[in-house]
């Protein structure tokens, strides 16, 4: 069994809720004594808990992602986990190096060049003299910032000055890393390289623990995955369980009733869905390329003459992705099994809604958003940000080649006889 190399137990942070205390006097002092003693009463105390009650491990060369909403408590346990601030109750073991990427930047100083910021900042985030010497050079090539790096940094772009600085934290090598969505730095060229490199340190053996607010990155780097609500580990388990639960719970807002519980007077209503294949444990997850297969239960309890059933599946945002619909559908009094089999669903890794309706002519008789939703967990092969992934999920491959001169620059540079029908460079590169 691998090692443990931090251990929460039972930990939180509690805030003061208020402006921050001015500089108080002798004469303040003595004006607070004169009031208590005429028995003003002083403003109550407010507090507020960003942690609290907090327990968990993790194992050596585990990445484990943080996710939740704004203000769910994730920065606050890097902190403590981080020893930056101290926990108000609990404790938190660590075992290793810890490095940290909480704030990109830290340690930076406008009027040094990027070469002393370099040395400055690395020596801030616990890399030695030695350490930054021999990193130097990759630091910088990373960061595309050569021809400035004697420039102070003042005058580099803000761009520019975000690259460095995640150079620099990112060529850490502890044993323990801790990052809070860091990967939303520079243009989308070098966000990729940064994924690329959170990778590269996935695979060293290294513990990551990653706050991001993007789920196809933690879909790509994470092993395990903990949800943070209101200061409170809501789910903790496997990235595509846990991913599924938090993207439903931010759409869903309302859980429908149960179905089950519904008057049995209605002429007809669907019970139930399940993927029946791919056969997995879990009844509501699609985790492959091939084949898929669906079912809706639907119970009739008085005839359907001239039935009209549609299905739609729809994404987060609402957007229709599929649908088909079949007319004049004869249904006596009994319970059905409505079955689809799709030969692929190529869909980007998420949380998606089924919605089935029933009419007989043109009276609806039932129209359901089927719960749970499906969860989609497939490899994802399409672009780390989720804002440029769209839909589709399809792996592809790239072929780069260089095409012939045109003609008349063939025949201006007499290099038409060297040139053989059908000749190009080509490159192959697979996506995946």
Request: with cysteine.
């Given at each position: ?134 990193k130097f050079d990759e630091i910088v090539a990373f960061a595309e910032v050569e021809r400035f790096i004697d420039t102070p940094l003042k005058h ?176 006596g009094e009994a319970t059905y099994a409505f079955v689809y089999s799709l030969p692929s669903l190529p869909l980007r890794p998420g949380c998606y ?80």
């Open positions: 069994m691998s090692e443990t190399v931090i251990r929460v137990e039972s930990i939180g942070k509690r805030y003061r809720v208020g402006e921050r205390e001015r500089y108080v006097a002798l004469r303040d002092v003595l004006a607070n004594a004169i009031k208590f003693r005429r028995g003003e009463k002083r403003r109550p105390k407010d507090f507020v808990w960003a942690i609290r009650d907090v327990s968990f491990e993790v194992r050596r060369g585990e990445v484990v992602g943080l996710i939740g909403r704004n203000g769910a408590g994730k920065t606050t346990l890097l902190k403590l986990l981080a020893r930056i601030t101290r926990p108000t109750e609990g404790n938190a073991e660590i075992h290793g190096r810890v490095g940290s990427l909480l704030e990109v930047g830290t340690g930076f100083h406008p009027e040094l060049t990027g070469r002393e910021n370099i040395f400055l900042s690395g020596a801030i985030l616990g890399m030695s003299r030695a350490e930054i010497y021999r580099y772009s803000s761009g520019m000055q975000m690259r460095l600085a995640f150079a620099v934290a990112a060529h850490l090598e502890p044993e323990i890393l801790l990052v809070d969505e860091v990967l939303a730095v520079g243009d989308l060229a070098f966000q990729k390289k940064c994924l690329g490199k959170m990778q590269e340190v996935s695979q060293s053996g290294r513990t990551i623990v990653f706050v991001s607010h993007q789920m196809n990155q933690i879909r790509r780097l994470c092993e395990r995955v903990m949800w943070l609500d209101a200061g409170e580990i809501r789910q903790s388990g496997a990235v595509p369980e846990v991913l599924a639960a938090y993207e439903t719970a931010l759409i869903a807002g309302v859980h429908e009733n149960e179905r089950q519980g519904d008057t049995p007077l209605v002429r007809a209503r669907f019970l139930s869905w399940e993927v029946l294949e791919p056969n997995r444990d879990e009844p509501n997850l699609y985790d492959s390329f091939g084949n898929l297969k669906i079912q809706f239960v639907l119970q009739v309890n008085r005839r359907i003459e001239f039935g009209h059933h549609g299905i739609g599946l729809y994404s987060q945002e609402g957007q229709l992705v599929w649908g088909t619909a079949t007319d004049n559908i004869s249904l809604n089924w919605r089935v309706s029933l009419y007989d002519s043109s009276v609806l008789i039932d129209a359901w958003e089927c719960l749970p939703s499906l969860i989609v967990s497939t490899r994802p092969v399409t672009h780390p940000r989720d804002e440029w992934a769209g839909i589709l999920n399809i792996p592809c491959e790239l072929s780069v080649r260089q095409l012939q001169p045109q003609l008349k620059d063939m025949e201006s540079s007499g290099r038409v006889s060297s040139l053989k029908a059908g000749e190009s460079n080509e490159v192959r590169v697979h996506i995946d």
